[in-house]
């Protein structure tokens, strides 16, 4: 019996090993080859193993008709028929990069954090900040005389009949750019407000687009301003004062801007923090603020001393249009904001 059930088992044995030789022949896999080779085989006795046992084989492709078609209807059209009509060829997913592997389909894997927005590292303002400074350091250099000679005379009012100090062309053009220079300072400084206050996506093709409208802004402001002082000074005061006025105002808010471009650069590339840059805004408008009310009282106030009047005057013209200002950058800001 003993024999007989050993002769059994041996018949049983020998049957799994054929049917396993056969398994292997059939259905051959790389996990298999691999399992045959001890563990501290090394990548290179791998490869050579899974060469050995699989060889490279002629791709055929088959030639059985296609049968992918509703029961009862015709087999569909092949796409690369010349005569078929361009109807069968175009649909609404005939575009989709999905049905066509020759298009980019898109990145591949998960798209990482966008690298936060930064100043320093914007290009087109670093450009116009070198283009503004070496502009006006050319001016300068060649208005330095007018420069010091209008400084000397601001505290200093002319009387009625006197000669006045005339600009140049050159002189007047100097000016002009550094008023020009303090509106795109200005918006420059309120498109940083706005990124850290208000918000950083906007319904715009390119955020160079929101400082470009508070750069518009900001010169419809001073435009606005220009014409309210030329319309109350010239009925009220005459066209002389009026004129002075208006050189003083332009000098004004030209040394306004020569103030405001060192915050500009240091807050762009020293991370300057947003408090102070708030505190020194505040307090370069409030000299520029007190420079307009003395020049105002030297020209319009000085021989008819009336308190009312001059702070009427400075309340209408100045700090209404100054918060009216306001109001329009952050009700623009807002507006163009994106809300998620």
């Known amino acids: 019996m003993a024999l007989q059930q050993e002769g059994v088992f ?38 050579s193993a899974i060469q050995a046992h699989f060889k490279p084989s002629e791709i055929r492709w088959s030639s059985r008709p296609d049968t992918l078609h509703l029961p009862g209807h015709n087999r569909g059209h092949n796409l690369l028929d010349i005569s078929l009509p361009q109807y069968y060829r175009e649909g609404f997913f ?103 206050y208000i918000g950083n996506t906007f319904t715009l093709a390119s955020q160079y687009h929101l400082i470009a409208i508070f750069l518009g802004i900001t010169v419809a402001y001073y435009l606005l301003k220009i014409g309210l002082y030329s319309m109350v000074n010239t009925v009220f005061f005459g066209g002389k004062k009026n004129r002075q006025w208006m050189r003083s105002f332009l000098y004004i808010t030209s040394v306004e801007g020569v103030l405001l471009f060192p915050l500009v650069v240091v807050w762009t590339y020293f991370d300057f923090p947003i408090q102070n840059a708030v505190i020194y805004v505040i307090f370069v408008l409030s000299i520029v603020k007190i420079l307009k009310l003395f020049k105002c009282f030297l020209i319009f106030f000085r021989q008819n001393v009336v308190k009312l009047q001059i702070i009427l005057y400075f309340c209408t013209l100045e700090i209404i249009p100054l918060l009216l200002f306001w109001g329009a950058l952050v009700f623009t800001a807002n507006s163009l904001k994106i809300n998620f």
């Open 94 to 196: 005939s575009k989709d990069s999905l049905f066509h592997p020759e298009l980019p389909g898109g990145r591949f894997g998960v798209a990482g954090d966008p690298v936060p927005y930064s100043a320093r590292n914007d290009d087109v303002i670093t450009l116009l900040l070198l283009v503004l400074f070496v502009l006006a350091a050319v001016a300068f250099s060649n208005t330095r005389q007018f420069v010091v000679r209008q400084t000397k005379h601001f505290f200093n009012t002319h009387r009625e009949g006197l000669t006045e100090i005339t600009e140049t062309g050159l002189e007047m053009r100097f000016q002009l750019f550094l008023a020009f220079l303090n509106s795109l300072l200005l918006a420059m400084l309120f498109y940083f407000y706005t990124l850290n």
């Open 10 to 47: 041996g018949q049983e044995g020998v049957g799994v090993q054929a049917d396993t030789a056969v398994h292997h022949r059939t259905v051959l896999t790389p996990k298999m080859v691999l399992s045959w080779l001890p563990r501290n085989a090394t990548p290179a006795q791998q490869d």
